[in-house]
Each structure stands twice: as C-alpha cells, then as structure tokens.
C-alpha cells in the first residue's frame, strides 16, 4: 500500500482511511486531495509530503 508521510511532523496519509475530520473521504488517493490541502497536524503542503510503501496488511496471513 502507498501512503505518504509529512517530512515535517510524520503524519501519515493513508488513503484507505482519508482524512474526514476535514472532509477528505476514505479511499481517496493522495494524488486527488485538493491542492489545498494541507497536513492536519502541521499545516505542511502537499509538496512536503513523501511516498512510502508498506504492506497491505490485510494480505498478510495470521
């Protein structure tokens, strides 16, 4: 799974989750946030944000 992280405070940007205390849905792609908008700890810009990849945990078998 691709999420991204602000370089500045950590905060992680997670598409399967949003961001809908400020109206972002869930399932929302990073790429289709409004160019406004900005972390919700911090206040960075998109441009401080960097990918990451991680593994989907849901493919993981317990």
């Known amino acids: ?3 991204h992280v602000c370089e500045l405070c950590g905060y ?3 598409p ?3 961001d809908v205390e400020n109206g972002i849905e869930e399932n929302t792609d990073f ?3 409004p160019e406004d908008w900005i972390c919700p700890l911090c ?3 998109k441009d401080d944000f960097a990918e990451e990849l991680r593994e989907d945990d ?5």
């Open 43 to 45: 206040g960075a810009s």
């Open 31 to 33: 790429e289709d946030l």
């Open 58 to 62: 849901e493919s993981e078998d317990v």
């Open 1 to 3: 799974m691709l999420i």
């Open 16 to 18: 399967k989750v949003g």
């Open 12 to 14: 992680e940007y997670n």
